[in-house]
C-alpha cells in the first residue's frame, strides 16, 4: 500500500505559477507510475500529467502541455507537478495517484485545491 499526501495548491492568479508536491510512503519501491489528476466542480476527474518511476518518461494532457511540467524525486519519494502560465479553467483539486503495477491508479492522496482567479 502507499500512502499519498498532497500540498501546494493555493490561489494565484491567472498567468501565475504554482508547484505542487506529493509525498509518498509505504510500499514506495514497488511504484510503476505516479499521476496527477483533477477535478473541477461539476466535472468529471481528468487526467493531468504522469511519469514513470524507474524511467524517466513523463506524459501529459493536451490542455497543459508547455504550461505544467511533472517530475520526481526518488530519494524523497516525493512527485511535483510545476504548473505556469495557470489559466482560470485550470481551477480545480488536484488529487496525486500512484500505479503500482502498470494496470491502473490504485492509490489516491486527499487532494489540493488550486484556484486562478482571472
Known amino acids: 500500500q502507499v500512502q499519498l499526501v498532497e500540498s501546494g495548491g493555493g490561489l494565484v492568479q491567472a498567468g501565475g505559477s504554482l508547484r505542487l508536491s506529493c509525498a509518498a510512503s509505504?510500499?514506495?519501491?514497488?511504484?510503476?507510475?505516479m499521476g496527477w489528476f483533477r477535478q473541477a466542480p461539476g466535472k468529471e476527474r481528468e487526467f493531468v500529467a504522469a511519469i514513470r518511476w524507474s524511467v524517466w518518461r513523463t506524459y501529459y494532457a493536451d490542455s497543459v502541455k508547455g504550461r505544467f511540467t511533472i517530475s520526481r524525486d526518488n530519494a524523497k519519494n516525493t512527485v511535483y507537478l510545476q504548473m505556469n502560465s495557470l489559466k482560470p479553467e485550470d481551477t480545480a483539486v488536484y488529487y496525486c495517484?500512484?500505479?503500482?503495477?502498470?494496470?491502473?491508479?490504485?492509490?489516491w492522496g486527499q487532494g489540493t485545491q488550486v484556484t486562478v482567479s482571472s
Open positions: 509505504g510500499r514506495t519501491f514497488s511504484v510503476y507510475e
Open positions: 495517484a500512484a500505479d503500482p503495477r502498470g494496470e491502473s491508479y490504485e492509490n
